[in-house]
């Protein structure tokens, strides 16, 4: 049984970064490709990342490229988000997720199957 935990988020001005945290209590991390979804209240679930097994590829959304990076370090059982120029509009909760086969594609949600309690990220004006 896979059980996923996110830290990291919290409080930060626009124009500020954080770098998210998800540790993974499986036994075997490395097999799994991994994602970072964001989900408002009321809103659809959004795919902002997904990284390949060994993590020597990633998937990034429109909505965060060039100001998102996704990373994981399998040792320590880890996937990483680094935010940057975060904007108000990133407002939210972020998960982690980690790929339901080991076939698929990690840019498609439908991909995940298993998933963290969330962190929340706040960015102030």
């Known amino acids: 049984q896979v059980q996923l935990v996110e830290s990291g988020g919290g409080l930060v001005q626009a124009g500020g970064s954080l770098r998210l945290s998800c540790v993974s209590s499986?036994?075997?991390?490395?097999?799994?490709?991994m994602g970072w979804f964001r989900q408002a209240p009321g809103k659809e679930r959004e795919l902002l990342a997904g990284i390949s097994r060994s993590g020597g590829s990633t998937f990034y959304a429109d909505s965060v490229k060039g100001r998102f990076t996704i990373a994981r370090d399998n040792a320590k059982n880890t996937l990483y988000l680094q935010m940057n120029s975060l904007r108000p509009g990133d407002t939210t909760v972020y998960y982690c997720?980690?790929?339901?086969?080991?076939?698929?594609?990690?840019?498609?949600?439908?991909?995940?199957?298993?998933w963290g309690q969330g962190t929340q990220v706040t960015v102030s004006s």
């Open positions: 499986g036994r075997t991390f490395g097999l799994y490709t």
């Open positions: 997720a980690g790929g339901r086969s080991f076939y698929g594609d990690y840019a498609q949600p439908n991909h995940y199957g298993y």
